[in-house]
């Protein structure tokens, strides 16, 4: 899908929409429960609905509502299952230890550049245990038994390798640890991980810093949850409201595990005016963009650093960042793991964008067209639906000017 934005202020009150993030890990949990449970308020973007596709691949059972989903306890868990992973990291890294301790293993495919993600981590640690691992293009094929035992994982590479193996190690029959050998990044992820697991009954201990003691043996305790709001999607709207707009918004959890929810600390720290601004992104990569889009239009000089992981997402993102800004008429500067950005006093707009298949991207474009001089147009903006379905629909409801949507 096509679009032209007119540049419009955007106004009134905005439901962020549920987190993505919480979301994957409370199915995650209910689908390994041993009775019913609800997970509420929920959003059926294109991740979470692989994620619900991998559940019910294992042979866990559930029946979907409008905006919830119930599951039940499976009778079986499937041998070897196909999981289709559709573009979701979270949905495969979760999924690939699971399925060794449940299921034997199984194949594992997926689209756009999800194959190609680093599984590095845990390919070393699996075939260390004798796990077969093996992958011919976009498909990897695993057989073998998880076992319990001590597993060490880099911590700078992605998160979501520390998550999956905190889901399945619980589950083995005896006890584990994980230890991390190098710094956690995104370490708001793993403890939003963690608040779900103990929520569900599952103890797990950090004895130190990057040190998990697991007990085996243990069961997931069944729990209605409701999803919050996703910190990583208000981002843009802060985003928003830094460029003038005026955009109330609902529905913030402002205690929550939620890494991105620094994105509320980083706004005022880039409304200082006339002033150089460095920001260590490690722990929330997903803000970037709009971060950037912020930085792009203050006064003074900003620097966004420890960025590197940014160029194995949906796009090599620190790259599109700075493409997408410097066409609309910023100005920055992209370094190997970080991005330099000088300050506009405005965007000149009248061009063609490329969403480059990356639902960040496309949304960081479309708050930037509201401070555009002229109209800008996006190809591939539908790629929203990864992560925020209705983002375009709450995008005209706030007053955008779109041709190429029809909002209804």
Not at 356 to 367: E, F, G, L, P, V
Request: glycine share 8%.
């Amino acid at each position: 899908m096509d679009l032209t934005i007119h540049p419009h202020k955007l106004s009134g009150t905005l439901t962020i929409p549920p987190s993505k993030s919480q979301a994957h890990r409370l199915l995650l949990a209910a689908g390994l429960s041993q009775k019913i449970c609800t997970i509420s308020n929920l959003s059926f973007s294109e991740d979470i609905s692989a994620t619900l596709s991998c559940l019910r691949a294992m042979g866990i059972p559930f029946q979907q509502g409008s905006d919830y989903v119930t599951l039940s306890p499976h009778q079986s868990y499937t041998s070897k299952p196909h999981f289709d992973c559709g573009e979701s990291g979270s949905t495969l890294r979760f999924f690939i230890p699971i399925a060794l301790a449940l299921c034997g293993g199984g194949t594992f495919t997926g689209r756009g550049r999800l194959m190609k993600r680093p599984q590095t981590p845990y390919q070393t640690l699996f075939e260390n245990q004798g796990i077969l691992w093996q992958q011919e293009q976009d498909i990897l094929t695993l057989q073998g038994q998880l076992t319990s035992g001590s597993y060490s994982l880099p911590g700078d590479v992605s998160s979501q390798f520390v998550t999956g193996l905190l889901y399945a190690l619980p589950l083995l029959d005896g006890d584990s640890e994980l230890i991390l050998t190098s710094a956690l990044e995104s370490r708001g992820y793993v403890d939003l991980t963690l608040d779900t697991l103990s929520t569900f009954g599952i103890e797990i201990e950090e004895s130190s810093t990057g040190h998990f003691k697991i007990k085996g043996n243990q069961t997931y305790q069944a729990q209605n949850q409701t999803v919050e709001g996703d910190w990583s999607q208000a981002g843009f709207w802060y985003a928003a409201n830094f460029l003038d707009n005026q955009v109330t918004l609902q529905g913030l959890n402002t205690t929550s595990k939620q890494g991105d929810r620094q994105v509320a600390q980083h706004y005022w720290t880039l409304a200082r005016p006339n002033s150089t601004v460095d920001l260590d992104v490690s722990q929330c990569p997903d803000l970037v963009p709009p971060l950037a889009l912020m930085a792009a239009l203050r006064s003074g000089t900003t620097h966004l650093v420890n960025a590197a992981r940014l160029r194995m997402k949906e796009s090599d993102r620190l790259h599109t960042v700075a493409i997408t800004l410097n066409a609309l008429g910023g100005h920055v500067e992209e370094q190997t793991d970080s991005l330099t950005i000088q300050g506009v006093s405005h965007f000149s707009g009248g061009v063609t964008i490329d969403c480059c298949n990356d639902h960040r991207i496309a949304m960081m474009a479309a708050i930037a067209a509201t401070v555009c001089q002229q109209p800008i147009t996006l190809t591939g903006a539908d790629c929203v639906k990864k992560s925020y379905p209705n983002f375009w629909a709450h995008y005209q409801q706030l007053g955008g000017v779109l041709d190429g949507f029809l909002l209804g």
